[in-house]
């Protein structure tokens, strides 16, 4: 009935490092621990650890030079110096994001027209609706939030050219929001982006130099609601 | 446009993400739960061989160790540790203290409001959000440091860790 428990005895002891110590049955009891709440803490590491293994595995992709598929997911290593560090501490924070959707041009128009911040497209470019979400895995302090803005997102035809334009007030949900550890996030951002052509979509937070790129070379991989 | 959104979250968390699977696994039974303990042992240590091969920069927290945490908030009234910094000193100073709050959130608190200066109509977008007025109580334990520690009203900060049902974009949970 307890082989499982027994393997974990013996592996908990290579895993004191973790902090995490297994208990008997006995102990268990004893001291009122909570079965459900343990496995929920090891689920937790296991997460932490698998999305640390993917950006470790994927080292190679999210640059210009070799960018992620846009459909996929990330998993994004970055550092930059937190307001509440002072400048010799660095802070390091794995983020994951994905984008769920992107509506139709037609669709997203009817969206955001009428908002702050609208204007019409430049020549050849056309809004779109993105449908975003996002996951902060794990970082150095637990207690420092990390912010993430609409404008860190941003769509470029190539290297050397982001597609600049007002960012869009959405009245129904946030896009500027601080997240910690643990917690995900899903919003809508809207970009312009060059029709029938591919772009990339990149993320690097305001104060981090480190990016993250992701090119879209057919609008159909994103568009997810056809 | 709402169902397809709710149907792209569900399908985040269960196939992409993966984390939703926690609370249903919570009605095993205590036994079933031993044995998935050991089954998730099992992976992380495979996964900490794997990871061993890398440079790390991030490690391990026990959250369940280390209370007063956004992600292990403590109860009301339970003793944390708070560290801060003395103006023009480098080192820290740790503090054990506790808070309990009592919560005013009927109409009573738009009679106080409204006397205010600074009371403001909330946005009609905020339905989910009312006013309210937290009495806190700080205790902060003997401690030999000796240093004094001015409190503010914008050191308390109000964070949602879960907005209604009805908001369901634009909402922070885990």
């Known amino acids: ?226 | 446009m709402l169902k397809k959104l709710i149907y792209t979250m569900i399908t985040m968390n269960v196939l992409v993400i993966g984390f939703a699977t926690i609370e249903t696994k919570a009605m095993m039974s205590p036994e079933e739960t031993l044995k998935m303990i050991g089954d998730t042992l099992e992976r992380i240590e495979d996964q900490e061989e794997q990871l061993a091969e890398y440079d790390r920069v991030l490690e391990f927290k026990s959250y369940d160790k280390d209370i007063g945490l956004h992600v292990n908030p403590a109860e009301v009234g339970q003793e944390v540790s708070y560290s801060f910094n003395v103006m023009d000193e480098d080192e820290k100073v740790e503090l054990e203290m506790s808070i309990t709050a009592d919560l005013i959130a009927d109409e009573t608190v738009y009679e106080h409001l409204g006397m205010n200066d600074l009371y403001t109509i909330l946005d009609s977008q905020n339905d989910s959000m009312i006013w309210a007025i937290i009495d806190f109580e700080l205790t902060v334990e003997d401690s030999e440091v000796d240093v004094s520690h001015t409190i503010h009203a914008d050191d308390f900060g109000i964070y949602f860790t879960r907005m209604p049902d009805n908001s369901i974009m634009g909402s922070s949970f885990r």
């Open chain 1, 1 to 226: 009935m307890f082989t499982g428990f027994l393997s974990a005895m013996l592996l908990g002891s290579t895993l004191s490092y973790l902090d995490l110590e297994m208990k008997t049955v006995e102990e268990i009891e004893e001291e009122g621990i909570n079965v459900y709440a343990y496995y929920a803490e090891l689920n937790t590491i296991y997460n932490q650890n698998d999305a640390e293994l993917r950006y470790f595995e994927n080292q190679d992709v999210g640059t210009f030079e070799s960018p992620l598929p846009g459909n996929n997911q990330s998993y994004h290593l970055f550092s930059y110096v937190p307001e509440e560090y002072d400048n010799s501490d660095e802070y390091y924070v794995l983020l994951s994001f994905y984008i769920n959707n992107m509506f139709p041009a037609e669709e997203s128009l009817e969206m955001i027209e009428h908002l702050e911040g609208y204007e019409e497209a430049a020549e050849g470019y056309e809004w779109r609706v993105f449908e975003i979400s996002y996951r902060h895995y794990n970082s150095t302090d637990p207690n420092v939030g990390v912010w993430i803005n609409q404008d860190d997102f941003n769509v470029y035809v190539d290297e050397d050219t982001p597609i600049e334009h007002d960012e869009i007030v959405f009245e129904e949900w946030f896009t500027n929001v601080q997240i910690y550890e643990l917690e995900r996030f899903e919003t809508m951002y809207a970009k312009q982006i060059p029709i029938d052509a591919p772009f990339y979509f990149v993320y690097q937070h305001e104060d981090s130099e480190d990016s993250y790129v992701t090119y879209v070379e057919d609008t159909s991989i994103i568009e997810r609601d056809q």
